[in-house]
């Protein structure tokens, strides 16, 4: 009779299109969502909220959303429910809620499968069943989902952008391509510049007035006149170019990509923003790779104040990538020693000093093997340095290749902080430059703000430090957490904001994204 039972459910699921895939062995246990032999209001409103899903990014068929809202207009249409088919639909709904939540809190990729992707070492404990349960019993879904996303004004400024994006999808603005940008002077690259004619100015100024860098009162022109130039200005601003009004290679590149490709962009983030903590500490410091910027914050709560900001030099987007990860920075040494990594030494160093012998003294080297120090180049020790039985190190001083501080979180990539002697290279508007390290901008108002609360060091102090002969060490009071991450859309000052894919980790994580899933 089971059996026969069992056989039944299936025929009418298949029937009617509810596609609701069960076991024998389900057993029908107390329904979530029916009100009796009826479908619930929770049921149609979880079925709501799965259908929500791409307000955060998220794609509502890995929930069976549309699926599900078909078999609860055919259930809601019976006079009398059979059990075993509620339990199907019961058992169906609840696997796709606490799905749906799991994503929303850790992301729908792990990030551990991605290649060179971000590894938290530490995640928030969320149970999805006691969650879903807990709205449930509360009488307020909604809160589940509330619950179980990032609470960050990051995440929902980005949620409101996709939102102002997804309106852009098939506007005219975008009908065809803009005309090519007229010769540069003496064969140079073509470019723009303020009061050239221009046959694409109609169309150019209709794309920045659709995306907000633009009046929409401006006048129309037939030529690239001061109104268009400052539009592109905000434009150039909004996309990491070169804010000069001058329209190049790079940024005409920009101005092409349609909105559909800024909505997957965004999409992106808000995965990347799921499973990248934030939120480790009540004082943190991130740094964003692609944007080049280093943040010094407080968590205040569910806020995030931040006090310092500054331009950071990272690792080349070739071959020398920085890695993405959190640690905890420990200590703080003031005129370091360079320790040249081995790869460095036996990719450039060493084969520079066989060149140019003079580059020893004039960089001040030396070597060290075992306990022993080495101030005289010999070429024998240089045969030990790539067997790996030797190393050589910079001395402190005004060459030294981390300038006079550095920022240690210890890490298997030997990755840390630190100042540079090369400070003009923070003047250019890319930049990927070092061997992987992180090279700061302002170290002093990244060691006042890591050193806070510890007594003695003042500015005056930390600026006596970085400037004495002597080597010292500190090691911070606390320990600060130091995140790695990596995100190429986001909002500032009520704008959202799109940053270059230097290392292509939005392509591999899009590519991840776009994998199928299991069926629930």
């Known amino acids: ?22 076991h024998a062995s389900v057993a029908v246990e107390p329904s979530r969502w029916f009100d009796g032999d009826r479908p619930s209001t929770h049921a149609r409103e979880a079925i709501a909220l799965l259908a929500d899903a791409p307000t955060h990014g998220l794609d509502p068929a890995d929930y069976d959303a549309e699926q599900l809202a078909r078999a609860l207009d055919s259930l809601a249409t019976r006079g009398r429910v059979d059990p075993a088919v509620a339990a199907a639909f019961d058992h169906h709904l609840t696997a796709a809620m606490l799905r749906y939540l799991g994503d929303l809190h850790s992301g729908r990729v792990a990030p ?23 709205a449930l019993a509360s009488g307020q879904l909604a809160d589940a989902v509330h619950e179980a996303a990032p609470h960050l004004a990051q995440y929902e400024r980005l949620r409101a952008a996709l939102a102002q994006y997804r309106q852009l999808v098939g506007h005219p603005a975008w009908r065809s391509p803009l005309p090519p940008l007229p010769p540069g002077p003496r064969g140079s690259p073509p470019k ?70 800024r909505v997957r962009q965004i999409e992106l983030m808000l995965e990347r923003l799921r499973w990248t903590p934030l939120m480790l500490g009540p004082r943190m ?6 944007e080049f910027v280093l943040r010094a914050y407080e968590v205040d709560g569910e806020r995030i104040v931040v006090r310092e900001t500054m331009k950071v030099i990272v690792g080349k987007a070739m071959n020398t990538r920085t890695p993405l990860f959190v640690e905890q920075m420990r200590l703080i040494e003031f005129q370091p020693f360079w320790n040249v990594p081995p ?50 190190r910079q001395r402190p001083g ?44 302002q170290p002093v108002a990244l060691a006042r703000f890591v050193m806070q609360g510890m007594p003695g060091w003042s500015e005056d102090r930390i600026r006596q430090a970085m400037s004495d002969e002597d080597p010292m060490t500190v090691r911070l009071a606390e320990p600060l957490p130091v995140l790695i991450a990596y995100g190429t859309a986001m909002v500032k000052a009520g704008r959202v904001h799109f940053l270059d ?19 629930l």
């Open 112 to 134: 551990d499968q991605l290649p060179r992707g971000y590894v938290p070492n530490t995640r928030s404990a969320f149970d999805p069943e006691a969650t879903l349960r807990r």
């Open 192 to 261: 723009l510049e303020a009061e050239q004619p221009y046959a694409g100015a109609p169309l150019l100024r209709e794309r920045l007035v659709a995306l907000g860098d633009l009046p929409a009162s401006s006048a129309p022109s037939a030529i690239y006149d001061d109104s268009l130039a400052g539009g592109v200005r905000a434009f150039q601003q909004r996309h990491g170019l070169a804010v000069d009004g001058v329209i190049g290679k790079a940024t005409l590149a920009q101005l092409e990509v349609r909105p559909a490709a």
């Open 285 to 290: 410091v991130a740094i964003n790779i692609p």
């Open 501 to 519: 894919d230097i290392y292509g980790h939005d392509r591999r994580l899009d590519a991840a994204l776009r994998q199928p899933r299991p069926a």
């Open 1 to 22: 009779m089971k059996n026969n039972g069992h056989m039944r459910v299936v025929r009418l699921i298949t029937a009617e299109s509810l596609a609701l895939l069960v």
């Open 343 to 392: 790869s460095i030494a036996r990719g450039e160093v060493v084969p520079r000093l066989r060149r140019d012998p003079a580059y020893w003294d004039r960089e001040g080297f030396e070597f060290v093997v075992g306990g022993r120090v080495v101030t005289t180049l010999s070429p024998t020790l240089l045969d030990e340095v790539v067997a790996g039985r030797a190393r050589i």
């Open 398 to 441: 005004p060459k030294n290749a981390l300038g006079d501080i550095k920022f240690v979180f210890p890490n298997n990539d030997n990755i840390y902080l630190h100042h540079t002697p090369a400070v003009r290279l923070f003047e250019r508007d890319r930049r990927d430059f070092s061997h992987g390290c992180i090279r700061v901008e």
